[in-house]
């Protein structure tokens, strides 16, 4: 995550405590999957399931990119205070030496819920770049204290040129929104990365889903777009996976464009996550699929 920083610790004012949470909290927003069973094999969780755990660290991964930050200044007391805002910094970083990172926000409207923020990066060996833009976002307070409704983008375009040294999973992006709802439940959450296909990797887009109720039931949603199959046509797979709290569930996967389009997969697993039901169609050699009784009954999110 982007730094640790070096700064006196200080105490939060109600009003300190209303500006930093209307910046979301990494936790707030993570997916939460119950844990492969270690009575199983590796090898032996359902396909899907394997897909499922592997999509849900990779969305928290990038959660904690653009918020582990943020998540890191909450010890400290603002700097500055003004009737409309609040700025922690800046504070030199331990893991971009040589860079200082900033954290402004502002509630420009005492009759609105509505609070706005930005993450700013400035290189401490060259103050002719100014501060840089990591991360913007907006936060509707609509019940209180962290329930309503925001967005966030974390825009690598303007940090890349200028040298930044991301962390190992940031640089192969060029922007990350997240945009998610804490009112109620299902709490709902969704990440669009863009980003530039290449060699190691050809997606142009990932959109990411995740809804949770408040038993611990969940889904995640996974759509990947680019040319994943030899040939002139552009790809979209989805990948569709809810589950219950014990860890049963149920994901799909589909070819929705490009070649292959219509392709199918359904598989389902119990809460040790092994397979009890599994229609693919294309496998090799041919498997009989199963009882489809056997899949679990999800909520609805």
């Given amino acids: 995550m982007p730094a640790v920083f070096a700064a006196a610790c200080g105490n939060y004012s109600n009003e300190d405590l209303e500006y930093m949470n209307a910046v979301p909290a990494g936790a707030q927003l993570t997916a939460t999957?119950?844990?492969?069973?270690?009575?199983?094999?590796?090898?032996?969780e359902a396909e899907l399931a394997q897909t499922t755990h592997s999509v849900t660290t990779q969305f928290n991964q990038m959660l904690d990119n653009a918020l582990g930050g943020v998540d890191a200044i909450r010890s400290y007391a603002p700097t500055s205070r003004t009737p409309t805002s609040r700025i922690w910094g800046p504070f030199p970083s331990d893991k971009q030496p040589?860079?200082?990172?900033?954290?402004?926000?502002?509630?420009?409207?005492?009759?609105?819920?509505?609070?706005g923020y930005k993450l700013e990066v400035e290189n401490t060996a060259d103050l002719t770049l100014g501060w840089l833009t990591?991360?913007?976002?907006?936060f509707d307070a609509t019940e209180g204290v962290r329930k309503?409704?925001?967005?966030?983008t974390m825009d690598t375009?303007?940090?890349?040129?200028?040298?930044?040294?991301?962390?190992?999973g940031t640089a192969p992006f060029t922007t990350l929104t997240v945009t998610y709802q804490t009112l109620s439940y299902p709490i709902n959450v969704t990440m669009t990365i863009d980003r530039t296909p290449d060699a190691a990797n050809q997606a142009s887009s990932v959109v990411y889903t995740f809804a949770a109720?408040?038993?611990?039931?969940g889904q995640m949603s996974f759509t990947l777009t680019g040319n994943f199959i030899v040939g002139p046509a552009i790809e979209t797979v989805a990948v569709t996976s809810a589950w219950l709290p014990s860890g049963a569930g149920k994901a799909t996967e589909m070819v929705e464009q490009g070649d292959g389009a219509g392709l199918l997969q359904t598989e389902c697993w119990d809460a040790s996550f092994a397979a009890t039901y599994n229609d693919k169609p294309w496998?090799?050699?041919?498997?009989p699929p199963g009882?489809?009784?056997?899949?679990?009954?999800?909520?609805t999110f």
């Fill in 134 to 138: 990591f991360l913007t976002g907006s």
């Fill in 98 to 115: 040589g860079w200082d990172w900033q954290l402004t926000v502002t509630h420009d409207d005492p009759q609105s819920t509505v609070f």
């Fill in 213 to 217: 109720q408040a038993d611990g039931s």
């Fill in 33 to 44: 999957l119950p844990a492969y069973s270690s009575t199983l094999p590796a090898s032996s």
């Fill in 148 to 152: 309503g409704m925001g967005s966030l």
């Fill in 283 to 287: 496998a090799v050699p041919a498997v």
């Fill in 291 to 299: 009882d489809p009784s056997a899949c679990p009954s999800l909520p």
């Fill in 157 to 168: 375009s303007a940090l890349t040129p200028a040298g930044f040294p991301f962390d190992q």
